[in-house]
């Protein structure tokens, strides 16, 4: 069975660090882009960073630009993102989701994980 | 970066009625649209992608048309498990990836 499981998530000041974890089962771990999704609470959906399956390619929302480090590790099967100078804004549900498309950039979204929840508040 | 519009931002019907989503792109997209599935405490769920091939697994009653600009999301006859939130996501242009503000289906 396809899985994808984020840990990670919790209570953090502004201006305070967290990092997420996503540990994949159940495909090819190290063939698909893995992306982070977030979706801040009772509002939509928001993409926030994405990595090509070698690691070698990388892009981010502009708005976490310069803070947030989204990085794999295809021997434990594990995606990751490391948030830095985290904002009340940054506050919600992440999600890390799989390309549909082995060794393509031009993908959808699935699986998803069922998210952690990032609260940012003093 | 492309924005997406969803309208309505709220649907209200009756199971076995007809619902129609719509995603209208601020530019083209050609056909590479998908459509997702959310229900309360859960994760979004792939119904739709390249505007109009249904994902695994997802039943008949769920298609997708469009290209451009306008995209349609149609349920036949909904069923009690359709009532969710609907999002709109193009991947023609990025990044970034973008997604609608969503439709809510809810029960009449």
């Known amino acids: 069975e396809v899985q994808l499981v984020e840990s990670g998530g919790g209570l953090v000041q502004p201006g305070g660090s967290l990092r997420l974890s996503c540990a994949a089962s159940g495909f090819i771990f190290s063939s698909y882009w893995m992306s982070w999704v977030r979706q801040a609470p009772g509002k939509g959906l928001e993409w926030v960073a994405n990595i090509k399956e070698d690691g070698g390619e990388k892009h981010y929302l502009d708005s976490v630009k310069g803070r947030f480090t989204i990085s794999r590790d295809n021997a434990r099967n594990s995606l990751y993102l490391q948030m830095n100078s985290l904002r009340a804004e940054d506050s919600a549900v992440y999600y890390c989701?799989?390309?549909?498309?082995?060794?393509?950039?031009?993908?959808?979204?699935?699986?998803w994980g069922r998210g952690t929840l990032v609260t940012v508040s003093s | 970066e492309i924005v997406l519009t969803q309208s309505p931002a709220t649907l209200s019907l009756s199971p076995g009625e007809r619902a129609t989503l719509s995603c209208r792109a601020s530019q083209s997209v050609s056909n590479y649209l998908a459509w997702y599935q959310q229900k309360p405490g859960q994760a979004p769920r792939l119904l739709i992608y390249d505007a109009s091939n249904r994902a695994t697994g997802i039943p008949a009653r769920f298609s997708g048309r469009g290209s451009g600009t306008d995209f349609t999301l149609t349920i036949s006859s909904l069923e009690p498990e359709d009532f969710a939130v609907y999002y709109c996501q193009q991947r023609f242009n990025w990044p970034p990836l973008t997604f609608g503000g969503g439709t809510k289906v809810e029960i009449k």
């Open positions: 989701a799989s390309g549909t498309t082995p060794y393509s950039r031009y993908n959808w979204f699935d699986p």
